[in-house]
């Protein structure tokens, strides 16, 4: 059973942090590179950082330098960690399986979680 549950969203200042879990069902956990996208109020679900089984990481320009995604394979458990939260980080962010394809397509990704909602204050 593919199963992704994220947590840890919430309200933030500019300029603060937010860690974002996403909690995976073993198969997926083990099976696919997991990532994290966002999608603002009326904008499309964008890509914002992908980690794969062996630790290769890659990340959205807009959050380079800012976020990092990382993973605790004994708690089947992926991370965000958002540093320096911008008011246009504001979204809900979603977490991912891939399934094929380009990291930055969305219909490359074929399972995905609930949502938790990011709101940064300005």
Excluded at 2 to 28: F, H, I, K, M
Excluded at 92 to 108: L, Q
Aim: hydrophobic share 30%; with cysteine.
């Amino acid at each position: 059973q593919v199963q992704l549950v994220e947590s840890g969203g919430g309200l933030v200042q500019a300029g603060g942090s937010l860690r974002l879990s996403c909690a995976a069902s073993e198969r997926t956990f083990s099976g696919y590179p997991l990532g994290w996208f966002r999608q603002a109020p009326g904008k499309e679900r964008e890509f914002v950082a992908v980690i794969t089984s062996n630790d290769s990481k890659y990340y959205a320009d807009s959050v380079k330098g800012r976020f990092t995604i990382s993973r605790d394979n004994a708690k089947r458990t992926v991370f965000l960690q958002m540093n320096s939260l911008k008011p246009e980080d504001t979204a809900v962010y979603y977490c991912a399986a891939h399934r094929s394809g380009s990291y930055y397509r969305t219909r490359s990704w074929n399972y995905w979680g609930q949502g938790t909602q990011v709101t940064v204050s300005s």
